[in-house]
T-cell receptor
Framework: EAGVAQSPRYKIIEKRQSVAFWCNPI?????LYWYQQILGQGPKLLIQFQNNGVVDDSQLPKDRFSAERLKGVDSTLKIQPAKLEDSAVYLC??????????FGPGTRLTVL | TQLLEQSPQFLSIQEGENLTVYCNSSSVFSSLQWYRQEPGEGPVLLVTVVTGGEVKKLKRLTFQFGDARKDSSLHITAAQPGDTGLYLCAGPDNYGQNFVFGPGTRLSVLP
């Protein structure tokens, strides 16, 4: 069974630029999560989708971050404009019922 | 807000030693999960504990869920360099929708 795919694996941008990350979850997984993991910390949930609907985006900085999951499969997370403090690993995870989450390898973002 | 604390933050030991890392909260969790994350990779689920007092063994790893379901421990026997990584605990929030992660314990096992 293929795992959760993410791209790109690494991205370096300058502050105020825009960036987008892509996630392809495990086939058949209805739930998709985006997490931000800052160096030395555990993952922090940004947004959770159930199929193509948003379940929780309470911790998503909506002034600069946006995410969508069209057709309830792939998802993209966008940052516009990026700030220095956005430097982190962005993890995507998916889960079938009941709850076990499977993580992708992450995208390491460096904002200069 | 439910928070999870983990200790120690860093641990460096020699191959063959035993170790225990801890996950604590002031809140009750319906279940707790332990993950291991290697550099450049996403977290990988090791175990889920759901019953207070439960003990689960996974080869050289022993997981325990506290009786009050507010804490958990992970014990590794005869650690090996392959055990090196970031160990994270996580549990569902009050609404059962999302997971709260602890900050992790970064383990380094030296050959």
């Amino acid at each position: 069974e293929a795992g959760v795919a993410q791209s790109p694996r690494y991205k370096i941008i300058e502050k105020r630029q825009s960036v987008a990350f892509w996630c392809n979850p495990i086939s058949g997984h209805a739930t998709l999560y985006w997490y931000q993991q800052i160096l030395g910390q555990g993952p922090k949930l940004l947004i959770q989708f159930q199929n193509n609907g948003v379940v929780d985006d309470s911790q998503l900085p909506k002034d600069r971050f946006s995410a969508e999951r069209l057709k309830g499969v792939d998802s993209t997370l966008k940052i516009q404009p990026a700030k220095l403090e956005d430097s982190a690993v962005y993890l995507c995870a998916s889960s079938p019922p009941p709850r076990e989450q499977f993580f992708g390898p992450g995208t390491r973002l460096t904002v200069l | 807000t439910q928070l999870l604390e983990q200790s120690p933050q860093f641990l460096s030991i020699q191959e063959g030693e035993n170790l225990t890392v801890y996950c604590n909260s002031s809140s009750v969790f319906s279940s707790l999960q332990w993950y291991r994350q290697e550099p450049g990779e996403g977290p990988v689920l090791l175990v889920t504990v759901v019953t207070g007092g439960e003990v689960k063994k996974l080869k050289r790893l022993t997981f325990q869920f506290g009786d009050a379901r507010k804490d958990s421990s992970l014990h590794i026997t005869a650690a090996q360099p392959g055990d090196t990584g970031l160990y994270l605990c996580a549990g569902p929030d009050n609404y059962g929708q999302n997971f709260v992660f602890g900050p992790g314990t970064r383990l380094s096992v030296l050959p």
